[in-house]
């Protein structure tokens, strides 16, 4: 079973329109939990920490169950900026080994339509 | 500015040949990463470093050697016996606590002829 599981998309959305990805991580003991955003040929960059209350930065909103072991995205107000894919990435575990190791989900793809 | 470079930016290899690639960052973290991405994949973790002098093997470690000799710098080598080492290579770097965020380099695009 796959550490980070996340649904690839694509998903194709007008602009303007709201969107959401999810992602179940396997871990229990997972302990910090993020969204990256990659864009095509380019290297990931920090979107957002999650974090168990949930927050929100901006059009951006990320919430975190630690119950079901699962993490969303929602994205308000899509803009043509956006497009890019989104990784769900989570952080620690239990061991010297495998604490420090970031699992990343494969992603899931966002194309923004005029 | 703080950050993760890595050179070259693109790099071309004949079959049968070692290359190093370089990773330097200045962000004064302990934990450094080696990943690979094939096109339409994810991110799969070859190599990892948490405190200078010492590395761990990650998922695809096979053809592939490191060293952490400076806590600023880990380059990774990708050798002969990489059966198919054409990928796009980043590097990335963490404080060594578990709740850090990862920080990438532009990364290094390898194609063998």
């Known amino acids: 079973r796959k550490e980070v599981e996340q649904d690839p998309g694509p998903f194709n959305v007008p602009e303007g329109a709201t969107v959401a990805f999810n992602c179940t991580y396997s871990n229990s003991a997972s302990q910090s939990f993020f969204w990256y955003r990659q864009d095509c040929r380019k290297e990931p960059k920090l979107l957002m920490s999650?974090?168990?209350s949930g927050n929100e930065d901006g059009r951006f909103t990320a919430q975190l169950n630690r119950a079901s072991q699962y993490i969303s995205l929602l994205i308000r107000d899509s803009k043509l900026s956006d497009s890019a894919t989104y990784l769900c990435?989570?952080?620690?575990?239990?061991?010297?080994?495998?604490?420090?190791?970031?699992?990343f989900g494969t992603g899931t793809s966002l194309t923004v339509i005029p | 500015d703080g950050g993760i470079t890595q050179s070259p930016k693109y790099l071309f290899r004949k079959e049968g040949q070692n290359v190093t690639l370089s990773c330097e960052q200045n962000?004064?973290?302990?934990?450094m990463y080696w990943y690979r991405q094939d096109p339409g994949q994810g991110l799969r973790l070859i190599y990892y470093s948490q405190i200078v002098n010492d590395f761990q093997k990650g998922d695809i470690a096979e053809g592939y050697s490191v060293s952490r000799e400076k806590k600023e710098s880990f380059p990774l080598t990708v050798t002969s016996a990489q059966k198919n080492p054409t990928a796009f290579y980043l590097c990335?770097?963490?404080?060594?606590?578990?709740?850090?965020?990862?920080?990438f380099g532009p990364g290094t695009r390898l194609t063998v002829l």
């Open positions: 999650v974090y168990s």
């Open positions: 990435v989570v952080r620690g575990g239990m061991g010297f080994n495998t604490g420090n190791q970031f699992y």
């Open positions: 962000l004064n973290h302990d934990a």
């Open positions: 990335a770097s963490s404080p060594g606590t578990s709740g850090g965020v990862g920080y």
